[in-house]
């Protein structure tokens, strides 16, 4: 068990261009969430996949923003027309579908988003 | 809806007395609950979680927790603060009986340990 990676850890860009990040689950788990957590707030949830499908999106992940788990094993999540609010963490996390620990979440080191 | 309230966003203790952070929490199901630990640049750690067995909750590090349904409580504690506690701690609730996708984090109370 090699953990959740991120990767990369800090991105800085300027206004209006695309950044995209990239999450490697545990191995075995079948879902995969990403998070955004500003300075001071706790994190907030972003969207879920199970294996490669989209179950749910959050009404903070607009239309500037979208996720892919092609073949679900890893995930990346783009920004289109990067703005100063979407400075933030992201954070990734993957849990697995049988087991015990169904209902944890495990959580990567997070990608940090410097727009200015 | 489901919520979290953090009661304190700041709490400071002394490195040898007792550690309480303070969460209640809103569910319309049988709520799931976890704490979560984040120092500072490195990610998210599962301290504990609650799914409806024990209503006292054994972590790592010496934290246990304590759901009261009647008091839509799960506090945070530890007998005795180590230096190595100082970070912030987040208060979770997950609904997996409608949402399997969604944890709800409080806002963090960030424990400050004393020499």
């Known amino acids: 068990d090699t953990g959740v990676s991120q990767d990369p850890r800090h991105k800085i860009t300027k206004r209006g261009q695309n950044v995209t990040f990239r999450c490697d689950p545990i191995?075995?788990?079948?879902?995969l969430y990403w998070y955004r957590q500003t300075l001071g707030q706790g994190p907030e949830f972003l969207t879920y996949?199970?294996?490669?499908?989209?179950?749910?999106k959050s009404r903070l992940l607009s239309d500037r923003f979208s996720a892919e788990r092609p073949k679900g094993s890893f995930s990346t999540l783009e920004i289109q027309r990067t703005e100063q609010g979407d400075s933030a963490m992201y954070l990734c996390?993957?849990?697995?579908?049988?087991?015990?620990?169904?209902?944890?979440?495990?959580f990567g080191p997070g990608t940090r988003l410097t727009v200015l | 809806a489901q919520s979290v309230t953090q009661l304190d966003s700041h709490v400071s203790v002394s490195e040898g007395t007792p550690v309480l952070l303070r969460c209640n929490y809103s569910?319309?199901?049988?709520?799931?609950l976890f704490w979560y630990v984040q120092h500072p640049n490195k990610g998210l750690q599962l301290l504990l979680k609650y799914t409806s067995a024990a209503t006292l909750v054994k972590g790592i590090n010496g934290f246990e927790a304590e759901f009261k349904k009647s008091e839509t409580s799960f506090h945070l504690t530890k007998p005795s603060a180590h230096m190595s506690d100082a970070a912030e701690y987040f208060c979770v609730v997950s609904d997996y009986g409608g949402s399997q996708g969604n944890l709800i984090f409080g806002k963090g109370t960030k424990l400050s340990v004393k020499p």
């Open positions: 996390a993957s849990s697995p579908t049988s087991g015990r620990t169904t209902d944890t979440q495990y």
């Open positions: 569910s319309s199901y049988s709520p799931s």
């Open positions: 191995s075995e788990h079948n879902r």
């Open positions: 996949f199970q294996n490669e499908a989209q179950l749910e």
